[in-house]
């Protein structure tokens, strides 16, 4: 895949190539549950370097379970690279469900705090801005604003875009995370 620095963030060139076998690349979430103790998520990356797949995001916190983290991977792959990384977190000791949700309904968020330099003369319009795509502003200073914002990543991308011309002074992405959605959940069948 061809990728150049486009206005601060990578951009494809080509469009998605065919992986090795000739099938599709493209994005797959999986979702791991695993145990909560030390060191776990540093061999869930260490797998990742290991075998050289590409982590696009990762999101890790507490499940409804006590002891037991869930673990949102976003990965670009075919087919073959994705059930090859299944096998790999299953091979982990501390990792009891792997599930790719890609194909399933499921309710996708991330969250967003973005700083942005606010010059009086244009708070006004960087509130309708903010109104608009249902985010807050969560801190002002003399000379910036910081904004919350959760929803898909193309919401997200879309007010990042409209905010770029005031400039980016910093900016946290959570990456993405997800959920089946309706009676499907962590406590189901594993894939």
Not at 19 to 41: F, I, Q, Y
Not at 116 to 141: C, G, M, W, Y
């Amino acid at each position: 895949m061809s990728m150049a620095l486009q206005g601060g963030e990578w951009a494809d060139e080509s469009g998605p190539e065919p992986g090795k076998n000739g099938s599709p690349l493209s994005r797959r979430t999986l979702v791991a549950l695993m145990e909560d103790r030390p060191g776990v998520l540093s061999r869930v990356a260490n797998l990742f370097r290991r075998r050289n797949y590409n982590i696009e995001s990762l999101s890790v916190g507490h499940s409804e379970t006590p002891g037991i983290s869930r673990m949102t991977v976003v990965v670009c792959g075919d087919d073959a690279v994705v059930e090859q990384v299944t096998k790999q977190l299953y091979k982990l000791i501390n990792v009891t469900k792997v599930t790719d949700v890609s194909d399933d309904a499921t309710v996708v968020r991330e969250l967003a705090l973005i700083k942005v330099h606010a010059a009086p003369a244009n708070r006004l319009e960087i509130k309708q801005l903010t109104d608009i795509f249902r985010a807050q502003i969560i801190d002002i200073s003399r000379d910036s604003m910081t904004i919350e914002i959760t929803g898909t990543e193309d919401k997200v991308d879309s007010l990042v875009s409209m905010l770029r011309p005031f400039g980016i002074k910093e900016m946290a992405r959570t990456g993405r995370v997800a959920m089946v959605r309706g009676a499907g959940g962590s406590n189901g069948a594993s894939a």
